[in-house]
């Protein structure tokens, strides 16, 4: 158990719907990190949140979007769901703004059919 | 654009034998990271490396970065089994600006048979 903790596990819905996956770092990390994971394109870097606030933003799709809670848990919400949206999601936490280390969850496998 | 380029992408080795990865690069990173990710579970870090030349040894793994921190490498010596998995490189900040967030090689596949 690496301390961050990702649900569901398992995710399987159709085309044009909407999900949310849900992500609580690990205890005392404050900065938390969504990965989309898939064989072509490796793990690509969709947003960071730190303390509440969005920290940094890679190529995310504008039908997705996240935020970060008071109680620093975090959600990543995907609308409008095409194939091409199945892949693994990825959240990892650190502990400040910048990291010599991530530590990541066990993944969402999100199939979309 | 920061490109992180592994090689080989897959390698496929006996129990016993040495192999060594490449992670290059052509920015320049403030610290470069490798992880091992094994099949439906997340990538766990191996080791972090800063300085350039630097060289940290785990055990059987030997990691290298380079001296202009644009390149690293992983040496593994005697390789069994429990090694196999996909390993990725990665590097934190850099002359593209992005300060905050980790950019991935594709990794590389090893499988070491028994």
């Known amino acids: 158990d690496s301390g961050v903790t990702q649900t569901p596990k398992h995710l399987i819905t159709a085309t044009g719907q909407r999900v949310t996956l849900r992500c609580s770092p690990r205890?005392?990390?404050?900065?938390v990190y969504w990965y989309q994971q898939s064989l072509d394109q490796g793990l690509q870097f969709l947003i960071q949140?730190?303390?509440?606030?969005?920290?940094a933003k890679g190529n995310i799709l504008e039908r997705f979007s996240a935020q970060q809670f008071p109680d620093l848990h975090s959600e990543l919400n995907l609308s409008s769901l095409e194939l091409g949206d199945s892949a693994l999601y990825f959240c990892?936490?650190?502990?400040?703004?910048?990291?010599?280390?991530?530590?990541f969850g066990s993944g969402t496998r999100l199939t979309v059919v | 654009t920061q490109l992180l380029e592994q090689s080989p992408q897959f390698l496929s080795i006996q129990e016993g034998e040495n192999l060594t990865v490449y992670c290059n690069s052509s920015?320049?990173?403030?610290?470069l990271q490798w992880y091992r990710q094994e099949p439906g579970e997340g990538p766990v870090l191996l080791v972090t490396?800063?300085?350039?030349?630097e060289v940290k040894k785990l055990k059987r793994l030997t990691f290298q970065f380079g001296d202009a921190r644009k390149d690293s490498s992983l040496h593994i010596t005697a390789a069994q089994p429990g090694d196999t998995g996909l390993y990725l490189c990665?590097?934190?900040?850099?002359?593209?600006?992005?300060?905050?967030?980790?950019?991935f090689g594709k990794g590389t596949l090893l499988t070491v048979n028994p």
């Open positions: 990892a936490s650190s502990r400040g703004p910048t990291s010599l280390g991530y530590t």
């Open positions: 205890s005392g990390d404050l900065s």
């Open positions: 949140y730190y303390n509440g606030e969005e920290r």
């Open positions: 920015s320049v990173f403030s610290s």
């Open positions: 490396v800063v300085t350039g030349g």
């Open positions: 990665a590097g934190e900040g850099g002359s593209g600006g992005s300060n905050y967030k980790l950019t």
